[in-house]
């Protein structure tokens, strides 16, 4: 058995590669107390757009500047098609990124690889091997293919000469322990040498799946400390070490544990990874985990949102591989791209009248009677936005939705609202526009950054963001003053937080002699008053 740790090249899917170097010390130092067998530093590629930390390209001159302890064998990956399209020959492609291993401090090299690129692979192998390096080649996305597709692909790598290991990896994290005893038994039946596991968390069935695939003797297996890697991530460092610690005296766990308290666990705080329903549904759903990991980093979207966006892109073709596009389109729900469009229905609307918008920030349930008293008192036009279901349908005057991602996910609350609708209709599509029931008027949507106006059938916003478009109407339909309740705010610096006061801004130099008040707690810079002061 051999443990491969492959922490800096997987966990740098969260924070671009670029790890401290006091991290990455006691990360070294760690692995070489625990005799940790593989330690794989990170990527290996060519010139990429944007930055990425050393670890997505581990030159030779980086890891040769690296204090690397004596003990583990270091190695790099190198995705296939990194070398497959660099438009140069496979040789030419690999000497350029790879010097001979006598040379280097890395001793292993192992090439990612989807199913389709398994026949493209072979002079890859070859070169590397001629280069002295140990060799393994990962099938990746291995969960689901037939048992004849992986066995023939394992006959196909059984075939290259020198080929050091054959690995599987449960990309989607979808994978039990019965799948796990499939696929080693596919392989089996091609390939007689050694096979390696590297497994994903999104179900929390890593470790189990790490420990069947041992007991099937499977020999390579992969771990990250705290399971640090692309979406849920992978089976933990830790956890395997304490397992196997029972029956063996060949790994030294302590050195680890001291590594995830000192400081793995803040950064797994700090960035997310790990087991959650979301990466589980996903996971169900064979939808890639960087489209959930993507979702969930972005703070615009809550659980509906993502959920909806998850519901989404499992009715589509092709989303066990990451594409960005597909992800803008699952954000957006929107691929009729249709034209901006509106009308003038609300133009006037709200004259002389005060505009309550109501929005579902923690505070509302708390607050909740006193807004209630405060529009059977004050009578003032009520905007929920989206559909708010903790306020009564009798208080609420229209629904404001901006973005269908709210309606494909609470579609059946609106079909249910007695109020009606305001919506830019160019953003849905027409079978969702044929799905509500309800009345509805239609004011269109511009969003371009650093812009805002209200003009006679749409606005224009600077951030696709619902309170936006309830404040550009606002203006449209010439409401005299604007309340807002639920409306909380966020943390400081909270890329939110920061939209919010400029979108506050806008509104100011927009329209100077509509007045904005708070009458629920907020952390925005603007007037406070409250939901319990007397009508006076």
Avoid at 344 to 366: C, D, T, V, W
Avoid at 435 to 447: A, K, P, Q, R, T
Avoid at 463 to 491: C, P, Q, R, W
Wanted: glycine share 6%.
């Amino acid at each position: 058995m051999k443990i491969l740790d492959c922490t800096l090249r997987d966990g740098g899917y969260y924070n671009n590669w670029d790890f401290t170097p006091e991290v990455v010390e006691a990360y070294l130092n760690a692995m070489a107390l625990a005799n940790i067998d593989y330690v794989e530093l990170g990527l290996r590629n060519f010139p990429k757009a944007g930055f990425d930390g050393p670890f997505a390209y581990t030159t030779e001159t980086f890891i040769k500047g690296l204090n690397l302890p004596k003990g583990p064998t270091y190695g790099v990956m190198v995705d296939a098609k990194t070398i497959l399209d660099s438009g140069m020959p496979i040789e030419q492609a690999v000497n350029a990124l790879f010097v001979d291993a006598v040379d280097s401090p890395v001793q292993l090299v192992r090439v990612a690889a989807h199913f389709h690129e398994v026949e493209s692979s072979e002079a890859i192998i070859r070169v590397l091997k001629a280069k002295g390096y140990i060799v393994g080649y990962n099938l990746m996305q291995a969960g689901g293919k037939p048992d004849d597709i992986i066995a023939e692909k394992a006959r196909i790598a059984a075939s290259w000469q020198g080929l050091d290991c054959l690995y599987f990896a449960d990309s989607l994290g979808n994978m039990d322990a019965a799948e796990v005893t499939r696929i080693v038994k596919a392989i089996r039946t091609q390939w007689q040498g050694d096979i390696g596991i590297h497994t994903h968390n999104n179900m929390a069935k890593a470790l189990d799946n790490t420990l069947t695939a041992k007991d099937l003797g499977v020999s390579w297996l992969d771990v990250t400390v705290t399971g640090m890697g692309r979406g849920a991530g992978n089976a933990q460092t830790e956890n395997l070490l304490a397992v196997i610690d029972r029956n063996e005296n060949k790994y030294q766990p302590s050195a680890v544990y001291e590594l995830v308290i000192r400081h793995f666990e803040q950064m797994q705080k700090d960035y997310g990874w790990g087991s959650s329903l979301l990466y589980f549904l996903g996971a169900q759903n064979d939808v890639h985990p960087t489209y959930i990991q993507n979702l969930i980093a972005n703070k615009h979207y809550g659980t509906e949102e993502i959920v909806g966006a998850i519901n989404y892109l499992s009715q589509l073709e092709g989303t066990t591989s990451y594409n960005g596009d597909v992800m803008e389109t699952a954000i957006s729900f929107d691929t009729a791209k249709k034209a901006v469009t509106g009308s003038n229905i609300l133009q006037n609307k709200f004259a002389e009248k005060e505009l309550l918008i109501i929005s579902n920030g923690p505070s509302l349930e708390r607050y909740l009677p006193a807004i209630e008293a405060y529009i059977t008192e004050r009578k003032p036009i009520v905007i929920a936005l989206n559909a708010i279901s903790s306020v009564a349908p009798e208080f609420i005057d229209y629904y404001c939705v901006s973005h269908n991602s709210k309606f494909l996910t609470e579609h059946e609350i609106y079909n249910s609202l007695q109020s009606p609708l305001i919506m830019p209709a160019h953003r849905f599509t027409d079978a969702e526009l044929r799905e509500i029931s309800n009345e509805f008027f239609d004011y269109g949507l511009n969003v371009e950054p650093k812009q805002f106006s209200a003009e006679n059938k749409f606005c224009t916003v600077p951030f696709d963001l619902t309170a936006a478009y309830a404040l550009a109407l606002a203006i449209h339909a010439n409401a005299k003053h604007i309340s807002l309740v639920g409306v909380d705010g966020y943390e400081l610096g909270d890329i939110r937080q920061i939209e919010m006061i400029e979108l506050f801004n806008h509104f100011k130099a927009t329209a100077p002699k509509i007045t904005i008040t708070a009458l629920t707690p907020t952390s925005y810079p603007i007037e406070q008053g409250s939901i319990y002061a007397p009508n006076i």
